[in-house]
């Protein structure tokens, strides 16, 4: 089955600086890889996605790109605000996929 | 707000006893998911249901059991509780049958047995 890892496993970035965090996977058909952000106690919620016929997507201060040659996409996350202290969690699925493959997720931590 | 409903928000129990948590997924969803959460723990896929039948089993153990009623709410059944069953469980409720759409999470059910 499919394999996604996730780092780093904790991130702490001053207020206004970017955040990265990246995810690789191992099955080449895997096509569809969305990102979730969960706050303390709350549910995971969708922030960005992207599918595998397309090389970069960005939503007002986040973006996400993919390299399907190296099996690996990013998270982008810039001019951070307090706000955007989460856990982030990577996702892989397939078309003919029956589940979502999660990383193990990223604490940022915001500093103010 | 998902539009994925979950109940209880939170269970108290004792070990090894039954408890079952609920879940309606969004209007227009067939499918459900079933994650558990562990304290500082990733998402572990339990199950999935598709229009009523079971579509795809993860690393759910043996003493837990799920279904999906004709109306597509969901409810999932502990059995035999342990301390370590003490989690947060989440439902998520998808449009098609395929793990290749937007994935929508409840609040989840935190489950603490004592």
């Known amino acids: 089955g499919e394999n996604v890892e996730q780092h780093p496993s904790t991130l702490s970035v001053q207020e206004g600086d970017s955040a990265v965090i990246k995810c690789t996977y191992s099955?080449?058909?895997?096509?569809?890889f969305p990102w979730y952000k969960q706050e303390l106690g709350k549910r995971p919620q969708l922030i960005i996605d992207?599918?595998?016929?397309?090389g970069e997507k960005k939503d007002q201060r986040i973006a996400v790109t993919l390299n399907k040659t190296a099996k690996h996409f990013s998270l982008h996350i810039t001019e951070t605000q307090p706000e955007d202290s989460a856990v982030y969690f990577c996702?892989?699925?397939?078309?003919?996929?029956?589940?979502?493959?999660f990383g193990t997720g990223t604490s940022l931590t915001v500093i103010p | 707000d998902s539009g994925v409903t979950q109940t209880p928000k939170h269970l108290i129990t004792a070990t090894g006893q039954r408890v079952t948590l609920r879940c309606s997924p969004r209007?227009?969803?067939?499918?459900v998911y079933w994650y558990q959460q562990s304290l500082d723990q990733g998402l572990q896929f339990l199950i999935q249901?598709?229009?009523?039948?079971?579509?795809a089993k993860g690393n759910i153990l043996e003493r837990f059991s799920a279904q999906q009623f004709p109306d597509l709410h969901s409810e999932l059944n502990l059995s035999s509780l342990e301390l370590g069953d003490s989690a947060l469980y989440f439902c998520?409720?998808?449009?098609?049958?395929?793990?290749?759409?937007?994935?929508?999470f409840g609040s989840g059910t935190q489950l603490s047995v004592l």
């Open positions: 998520a409720s998808s449009v098609g049958g395929s793990a290749n759409e937007k994935l929508f």
């Open positions: 099955d080449s058909a895997s096509n569809y």
């Open positions: 992207i599918r595998s016929n397309v």
């Open positions: 996702a892989a699925s397939m078309v003919a996929g029956n589940q979502f493959y």
């Open positions: 209007s227009g969803d067939l499918s």
């Open positions: 249901y598709y229009n009523g039948e079971e579509r």
